[in-house]
C-alpha cells in the first residue's frame, strides 16, 4: 500500500497539469474584447492520409488569401511536431505525408526554398528521430532540407512580451533565414498545457543547447507564459494543423490515437488554435495561454473568427482528457 504521506509522481504531475491548463487564467490576465483583432480559419475534412493532401491545402491557403504573390520567391520554413521516434504511433508526430503535401504546395507557388526546422525536446540523436519517425525518408526522397535547432547558431534577441522572468530569448539563427515561419504540429491533448497545438508547438524552435532537453529552463519559468513569449517574439506566419489522427487523454506522448479527420489552416494562430480546440471539445477560454492571447496576439472568440470550409459543428468530436476533477474545467 502506498504510504499516504507521499505524493506519486504522476499523482503530482497530473495535479499540476490540471493547475497549469486551467488555474494559471487567473495569473494571465486576458481581455475578451479583442478591440479589432479578427481571425480567418479554414477546416478541411481529410479522413485519412492517402487523399490527395497537397489539394486540401492548396484549397484552404487560397480561401484564407494565402496563396502564390505570398510566397513566390520566399524561404518557408516547415516547423513540425517531432517528438519522439516512433512510425507505430501515428497520433505522436506531425505525419511526413503531410509535410510533404505542404512543401509540394509551397514549391509550386514558386518558394524559393522549403526547409524543415525543429528542435525535438526528448530524444537527443536526431538522425535517429528523423530515420524512425518517417520524416528522414521523406525529406530525402524530396530533396528537403531539415535543420536541427537545438543545435543551431544562437541569436539573442529582446522579450517583448515578458510574461516569464527572461529578459532575453536565445532563438535559432535559422529562423531569421526564413521570411514565412509555418507551424505543423499535431492536435493534441497536454498534461500540462491542457492542449498542444500550433503555439505550444513553437517550443520546439527553442535550441536544446541553451534551454536543455526536454527544454527544462522553460517549463521551469511557465509553460503557459514561455508559450506566450515565444509568439510574441517569434511571430509565425502561419499554422497548418495535423488533426487527421490526433491524441486525446495523457498527451503529448502517452496519449491515445484519436480519428479526428481534420486539417485546420490560418494566419493566426491564437484563432488556430482556438478553432482546433472547440473541435475537440475543449473550451479555449479555459486554456491559460490562450485565453491570454485574447487581445494581445490574436483573436480566440467565436464571433471574431470567420470560419471557413467545414464547420466546427459537422466534425467536433469531443477527446478524452485526463481523469482528474481539475481537467473537467476544460469542458466548461
Known sequence: MDNPGILKRRTFLTGTGAALAGGMAAKLVYDQNEHSLRGDVFIASAPTYTVDLESKIREGLLELGFGPKQVSGKSILLKPNLVEPSRQAPQINTNPALIRAAAEVFKSWSAREVFVAEGQGHCRDTDFVLEQSGLGPVLDQEGIEFVDLNHDELVMTSNPLRFTSLTRLALPASLRRADLIVSMPKLKT??????????????????????????????????????????????????????????????????????????????????????AARLMGINPWRVSYLAAASGRLGAIAE??????????????????????????????
Not at 495523457?250 to 484519436?258: E, F
Not at 459537422?314 to 473537467?328: I, K, R
Open 303 to 332: 464571433g471574431h473568427i470567420t470560419q471557413r470550409g467545414e464547420t466546427i459543428k459537422s466534425l467536433a468530436q469531443p477527446f478524452q482528457l485526463l481523469d482528474h476533477p481539475s481537467f473537467a474545467i476544460l469542458r466548461t
Open 190 to 275: 497536454h498534461h500540462w498545457a491542457g492542449v498542444t497545438l500550433s503555439m505550444k508547438n513553437l517550443f520546439g524552435v527553442m535550441p536544446g543547447i541553451f534551454y536543455g532537453w526536454p527544454k527544462n529552463v522553460l517549463h521551469h519559468v511557465g509553460i503557459p507564459e514561455s508559450i506566450l513569449d515565444i509568439n510574441a517574439t517569434v511571430r509565425p506566419h502561419l499554422a497548418i494543423v495535423d488533426g487527421i489522427v490526433g491524441m486525446e487523454g495523457d498527451g503529448p506522448i502517452m496519449g491515445s490515437p484519436r480519428q479526428s479527420g481534420v486539417i485546420v489552416m490560418g494566419t493566426n494562430l491564437p484563432s488556430v488554435d482556438a478553432t
